[in-house]
């Protein structure tokens, strides 16, 4: 069946950088758009970055220029490169894949930014 599995999270200072990683199986991601969320304790899952299945992305602004994503269509994983890592960037960042009729959800890495 179709799962998402994140790797890659971890501590880092802030500043500093992290790559995660999601690799698809059960489906061809590349067929598919996808995305990275994130949540932080006591608040609401937020999109971070998407890539449709055209290549086009799309990130919040708080994140604009200092987060990239990108998608290896043979390895099918979707990557998400961070920088300039902030405090307010620690929270658990899923993985989202979305069809014409459902989405799916990896079960999270966690990110943690110290100051």
């Known amino acids: 069946q179709v799962q998402l599995v994140e790797s890659g999270g971890g501590l880092v200072q802030a500043g500093g950088s992290l790559r995660l990683s999601c690799r698809a199986s059960g489906i061809i991601s590349s067929l598919n758009d996808m995305g990275w969320y994130r949540q932080a304790p006591g608040q609401q899952r937020e999109m971070v970055a998407r890539i449709t299945r055209g290549g086009s992305t799309n990130y919040d602004s708080s994140v604009k220029g200092r987060f990239t994503i990108s998608r290896d269509n043979a390895g099918n994983t979707v990557y998400l490169q961070m920088s300039s890592l902030k405090p307010e960037d620690t929270g658990v960042y899923y993985c989202?894949?979305?069809?014409?009729?459902?989405?799916?959800w990896g079960q999270g890495t966690q990110v943690t930014v110290s100051s």
């Open positions: 989202n894949l979305k069809t014409m009729r459902t989405e799916y």
